[in-house]
């Protein structure tokens, strides 16, 4: 080997050693880099006072944008879409914010105040400690009302290009006005927001901090889905046991889990098809037939959407990252456990959909007659998916004055969310004032 050559590859050597600590704190300290602490509320003694540092695994460029640092930038992907072996690309992504705009994103994301009532925030759907989903089958919005699909888990969407089961947004901007605006989900309004936020002194604080070239004097609606967006893309899950031994290291896996790595990426399961690493989905829609829990009307997916008859009861295949976190599974919650949901698909093709409706099962959908040790090992594998290292803290307080992320399915399990009591126990003048009022 020459010398220079040799001296290439210890750079890149060394370079790989660099993103690798700023994708992992504890390797950061043992290898002797400084890691970037996790966020945390700042608050100075006018209020609450902007991050002006990028999240774990983010770079500071010149411009003072956000940029994205992982081990899959060292490597290529046919076409540029995620698409090979361990050691492949991962898609095109989004990120280039400011740290201001991330953290800003942060705050409306906990803050209740974002719905019509004042009870719900976009947390109690995504919630940090539930692997960015809710716990429940299908999502419950203001007011108790119960939505027909389950929440999805945020991990890694600055990856994707449609959001939503059925694919109906191409932004997260876009994403963001569905749940605001639904009246079974947050229930607000364009224009009830839009006050809340021009009332709030903190909040006109804090957008003069993220937007400080803004042209426009007051808050705006483009600003807020921007923010939203800017925290969403902060969501970064890339170094989990299954990715330190995608990079090299065989030991992170068990016996059990390399064996149901091989089930997962076999012909015969055919799963890595669908959910191809190293994002563990293909960004596409299929028909799987899935069943509907018991009493509910089929759902018809993506049909509605595209007016697509082939299409009926076809969903976006979700990502598997953090998936053992995330339970129940599929769009409307119908397994319980992730050893449920892979038996479904050794249950046979299209055995599931109901009596007398025309199905278009997709290709990849057929009898691969797995064993029960299969199913567990498959199990066992998906559990090695899990990483929450960047998990970003929940605001002690939020500019609006309520209580961090409101109405929350751990509320019911444990005391460590608390409901806001706004909307109980405040009449709606004593809201209004909190919100308008300073912190």
Known sequence: MTLGVYTGAV????????????????????????????????????GIVLNDRCPPSFEETEAGTCELRNMYQFYDS??????????????????????????????????????GDGSTSCASCHHPELGFSDGRARAVGVAGHEVKRSSPTLWNVAFLKQLFWDARADSLEEQAQGPLYSPEEMGNTPAQLLAMLQRSTD??????????????DEISLGQVYLSLAAFQTSLISLNSRYDRYAHGYHAALTDNEIEGMNVFRSFVARCAECHTPPLFTNQQVAVI??????????????????????????FKVPTLRNIAKTAPYMHSGRF???????????????????????????????????????????????????????????????????????VSPLDTIKSTSKPSTTVADRSRDQREHSLGASS
């Open 11 to 46: 750079l890149l050597c060394l370079l790989g050693w660099v993103v690798l600590a700023a994708n992992s704190p504890s390797d950061a300290v043992e290898l002797g880099f400084e890691a970037k602490p996790a966020k945390t509320p700042t608050v100075s003694p006018d």
């Open 78 to 115: 046919l076409q540029d879409r995620g698409v090979g072996g361990t050691q492949t690309a991962l898609p095109q992504h989004r990120d280039g914010f400011s740290p201001e705009q991330i953290d800003l994103g942060r705050y409306l994301f906990f803050d209740p105040a974002l719905s």
């Open 203 to 216: 909040y006109g604080r804090l957008f003069r901090q993220a937007f400080p070239r803004g042209e426009l």
């Open 289 to 314: 037939g899935s069943p509907e829990p018991a009493g509910l009307p089929l759902d018809i997916g993506v049909e509605a959407i595209w007016g697509a008859p082939k299409m009926k009861g076809g």
């Open 336 to 406: 319980g456990t992730l050893r449920e949901a892979v038996a479904f698909y050794t249950g046979g093709r299209g055995h599931a959909v109901p009596e007398g409706v025309d199905m278009h099962i997709h290709w990849h959908i057929w009898e691969p007659n797995l064993t029960d040790g299969e199913l567990d090992r498959l199990v066992d594998f998906l559990g090695a998916l899990t990483d929450e290292t960047f998990t970003p803290a929940i605001p002690d307080r939020v500019p609006s004055g309520l209580i961090p992320i409101g």
